[in-house]
């Protein structure tokens, strides 16, 4: 709060009975408690009642019963002047009021927009109030005000510009928030654009689709910024520079799983008040390399084997819409399909937490605070802590596996609320590399569906995870395979030998999924970029700790 700011109470009107509002410079909240006594329905008289904790309130079934009720500044949206109904008011007395408009928590991580209107006495107060509350907004720099929106009409059910125009944009124009707004005419459309655009005239880029259009904008975005710095991304070594324009993710796809996994909710309304209010996450980012030749960047999920063939199996049947994934999954599951290789990795040997923690990435993780304080102090002192220090020597696995997967984050999805690794770190610079030995149809099974239960998917004996830095992978076959006698081979019998080759002989290779997009090549090497880039989002609240906030934002 400035220094010019003092604190405010006063008492004012609201549904026509009285309210102790206070603006608090302090605790940077607004907070406001009913002066007149209120009857339960056994008739005590509940007002003044101090209930121990502030944000607390007490409901009957028959109304709110509140003792002391507060927002946080930065949770506020908007003030405005509240609009008087003419005919209500005498001449002689025209009331001045403001409505405050602010993040109500509902179930499930959801945010929605309330508001609440409070009359003062007189114009001076009024104009206190008013202008105390808008000198604060302003002060929340955090908050963007000119935003770059590119809409993938396709993506989902189509809904993409339907949704942006009905529940984002009034929310962006009532909190003062400008946008340029591109629906994108074809795949890579933003991605071009994000090349030519003039970055600085904007505080944030949004994208409206799912993960495939989140990915093409955060491709777009680390792709200028490396550009404008000089970085060859081909060179999988080049420490990559770090983009602090941040991306907002308004979910409207079929998948939307790195907004969940961000945000807890895939909800358009949730993400844009994430953005309003100017919340900020970093994120690691995977790249994906092949021959010292940069393939993709990954966010969320790389997986081989397992789910590179159900991607494989579901790019077939994209005429389905969502429900290809489901189906696609069944086949692959039936399929059991297993592949040779060599994974070499080098483990995070100072992480500062592992994948079968019970303590996991949520808002304000302690993990990723620490890494971000060490990624500073790397990149004031480049020499102090090398590498090599830092991380375990490179270890080899090789055999058989049904699944290789490295999660980023741990994948959360509304299938699979723990996701993936539930205990992977948003930002803390390593990913959990995950091995699925071959094992039976009905092991592999157990596994899958412990992805869905309480129970730990790693505990079992043909299922090893390392929480890494790089990794490399190498499938047995691939010399063979890469080589041009099997081109010709391929090109003359594609026809023939498909996804179930009457000669009997088995598939030997599989793709990565990369975030839900195909790489090119089976054997690549993966690095972590520690905190690349940015969304608007803060990670999961815990709602254990959020519920007096939840309480005490219902009214
Ligand atoms: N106008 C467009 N026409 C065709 N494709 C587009 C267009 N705009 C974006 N795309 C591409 O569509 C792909 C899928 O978009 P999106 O993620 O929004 O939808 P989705 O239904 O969730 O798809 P998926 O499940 O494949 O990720 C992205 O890779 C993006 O590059």
Redesign the pocket.
Not at 152 to 156: A, C, M, T
Not at 252 to 255: D, E, L, N, Q, R
């Given at each position: 709060m400035g220094p010019d700011l003092q604190p405010l109470s006063s008492t004012l009107l609201r549904k026509n009975r009285c309210y102790e509002v206070t603006l608090d410079p302090g605790s940077q909240e607004l907070s406001w408690r009913d002066l007149q006594p209120r009857r339960n329905r056994a008739g005590i008289c509940l007002a003044g009642v101090h209930y121990g904790a502030r944000h607390l309130a007490c409901c009957t079934g028959e109304q709110s019963l509140s003792a002391f009720q507060s927002v946080p500044v930065s949770e506020i949206i908007s003030v405005e002047e509240a609009a008087i109904d003419g005919g209500k008011w005498q001449q002689t007395f025209k009331p001045c009021g403001f409505t405050v408009h602010y993040v109500r928590r509902a179930r499930k991580h959801r945010w929605r927009c309330s508001e609440m209107t409070f009359w003062c006495n007189d114009e001076q107060l009024y104009n206190q109030w008013f202008q105390a509350l808008k000198r604060l907004l302003e002060l929340q720099t955090s908050r963007p005000k000119h935003l770059l929106v590119y809409i993938?009409?396709?993506?989902?059910k189509r809904q993409g510009k339907q949704i942006f125009d009905k529940k984002v944009a009034p929310l962006f124009s009532l909190a003062a928030i400008s946008a340029d707004v591109i629906v994108?005419?074809?795949?890579?459309?933003?991605k071009d654009n994000l090349f030519e655009v003039e970055l600085d005239k904007y505080d944030g880029i949004v994208c409206v689709?799912?993960?495939?259009?989140f990915?093409?904008v955060m491709h777009g975005l680390i792709g200028r910024i490396q550009k404008d710095s000089g970085i060859d991304q081909n060179n999988s070594r080049a420490p990559l520079t770090q983009c602090n324009i941040r991306i907002g993710i308004i979910p409207?796809?079929?998948?939307d799983c790195v907004c969940y996994a961000t945000v807890g909710i895939n909800d358009p309304v949730t993400s844009a008040l994430h953005i309003i209010i100017g919340d900020s996450q970093n994120l690691d980012v995977c790249s994906a390399h092949h021959n010292n030749t940069f393939l993709k960047y990954s966010v969320s999920l790389m997986g081989y084997g397992f789910y590179g063939d159900v991607l494989k199996t579901s790019e077939k049947n994209r005429w389905m819409g969502p429900s290809r994934y489901d189906i696609s999954g069944f086949k692959t599951f039936l399929s059991h399909h297993s592949y040779e290789g060599t994974v070499s990795f080098r483990p995070a040997k100072q992480a500062l937490a592992s994948p079968r923690d019970k303590q996991l990435c949520k808002f304000g993780c302690p993990v990723c605070r620490q890494a971000k304080k060490q990624l500073e102090m790397q990149q004031k002192e480049p020499f102090v802590g090398l590498e090599h220090n830092e991380d375990g020597d490179w270890q080899t696995v090789r055999g058989k596996f049904i699944a290789i997967n490295a999660a980023n984050m741990s994948c959360a999805c509304p299938r699979s609320p723990k996701g993936l690794s539930p205990a992977a770190h948003l930002a803390d610079g390593t990913a959990d590399l995950i091995l699925v030995r071959k094992c039976s149809r009905f092991k592999f099974l157990r596994h899958l569906i412990r992805h869905t239960n309480k129970e730990d998917q790693f505990d079992f004996p043909f299922v090893e995870v390392y929480r890494v830095k790089k990794f490399l992978f190498t499938p047995k076959h691939y010399e063979e395979e890469d080589n041009d006698n099997n081109d010709v081979a391929k090109k003359h019998f594609a026809h023939i030998c498909t996804e179930k080759p009457p000669c009997g002989c088995r598939r030997v290779n599989s793709i990565w999924n990369c975030d839900?997009e195909p790489l090119d090549h089976p054997s690549i090497e993966v690095g972590v970029h520690c905190q690349l880039i940015k969304l608007f989002a803060r990670g999961i609240e815990d709602p254990s700790k959020s519920k007096d906030h939840v309480d005490s934002n219902r009214l």
């Open positions: 993938n009409p396709f993506g989902g994108t005419e074809r795949a890579n459309h933003a689709g799912g993960d495939g259009m990915s093409e409207a796809g079929s998948t839900g």
